[in-house]
């Protein structure tokens, strides 16, 4: 693990100063991160947003923290197929990374419309279906008490919302844990290190590297970029691209669909072409998300590599049964790879070095 927590890590790319006392410190190659106007980040914000990010107080029972779906050692996800909520409701979706989550152009699996760390965090919050934070009208006066009772709150909250008459205020909780994820920065890999000479990559990490970065594999279609992913924003980028991808995971019935109420950026739109539509997560710190997809239904990194190298899943029987490689909506870019036994485990082996995660502790 290395520390790389923005303010306080060595990098490549050196400090870049920002408003509110904040210096970036970001890795080689890693533009500095769009913030928002009316959130600027400040040493004293973070503090508090990292300090809120752990608290299990910040749910209406009590029982559940942001870092219970986002654990730092799994690269800020939670190990599970489906995230379950505070109450015990399981989420129909994975947990994401929260690693880098600072440069993704939209957040979530499959919502075009999400493209503020603000703006979503009112999703874990207040959701009811599924029930995750739980927060709602009737318990959050009770959660912000707990808060305040807080002496620790009562300095933190002061010290990052100067100035304000009651700073202890959930708006002020999204801003803080806002400011907090967009120093989660994962830059410091054997395969970053690989490109500065300061590491070397095996000779079945090469050939993988050979493979992703080429048109056979077909990779680097969608994970691309420094994130590698193909959805990036960052200061002072004028172009944003927000594509989704159906990689035939499911086909039910030969129809194209996909179970509800799990149906990507279809279930927002109703269009027939956005079914089974999801956004490619970074690949950072990818040997540490299993399971994968946006619903965990692949168990293993050597079995992800073997689903696109076949084009999709075939489901033989049971009510999700079709021939995913057949999606009448699947993506062009998953299509003709072949790919033989060692070329796919040396896209694995490459798979493994571009671990890196922080450590925030």
């Known amino acids: 693990m290395v520390v790389a927590l923005a303010c306080l890590a060595g990098g490549g790319a050196g400090p870049a100063a920002a408003a509110g006392g904040w210096t970036w410190d970001l890795p080689a190659g890693f533009p500095t991160p769009r913030v928002p106007a009316a959130n600027p980040m400040t040493p004293a914000k973070v503090s508090l947003g990292r300090f809120l990010f752990y608290d299990t107080r910040l749910s209406g029972n009590g029982r559940q923290s942001c870092a219970s779906c986002h654990r730092q050692e799994l690269a800020f996800t939670d190990g599970l197929a489906r995230s379950v909520g505070s109450t015990g409701e399981i989420h129909p979706r994975s947990a994401l990374s929260l690693a880098n989550v600072a440069y993704n152009a939209t957040l979530t699996w499959a919502n075009p419309s999400l493209v503020s760390l603000e703006k979503q965090m009112e999703v874990p919050l207040f959701g009811e279906r599924p029930i995750e934070m739980g927060l709602n009208d009737r318990n959050m006066a009770t959660v912000l008490r707990r808060l305040s009772r807080d002496p620790r709150y009562t300095r933190m909250f002061a010290a990052a919302f100067p100035g304000r008459r009651k700073p202890i205020a959930l708006g002020n909780v999204i801003k803080a844990i806002s400011a907090f994820q967009r120093t989660i920065i994962s830059g410091d890999s054997r395969y970053d290190r690989s490109l500065t000479g300061d590491a070397r990559l095996t000779a079945s990490e090469t050939r993988g590297k050979n493979l992703f970065f080429g048109e056979r594999a077909e990779c680097s279609h969608c994970h691309t970029s420094f994130n590698l992913n193909d959805q990036t924003v960052y200061a002072g980028k004028r172009v ?77 029987s049971g009510p999700e049964a079709g021939d995913g490689r057949l999606n009448p909506h699947r993506s062009t870019p998953v299509d003709n790879i072949t790919l033989g036994p060692r070329e796919r485990a040396d896209l694995v082996a490459f798979g493994k070095a571009f671990i890196g995660m922080p450590d925030l502790t």
Do not use: C, Q
């Open 240 to 316: 944003v691209d927000t594509p989704f991808h159906n990689t035939g995971l499911f086909n039910i019935g030969g129809t194209g669909d996909f179970p509800a109420p799990n149906r990507g950026v279809f279930d927002l739109t109703g269009r027939a072409e956005d079914m089974g539509a999801f956004r490619a997560p970074t690949l950072r710190n990818v040997a540490v998300t299993a399971p994968y997809m946006h619903d965990g239904s692949i168990a293993t990194l050597k079995a992800v590599v073997a689903f696109y190298a076949a084009g999709g899943r075939v489901i033989a």
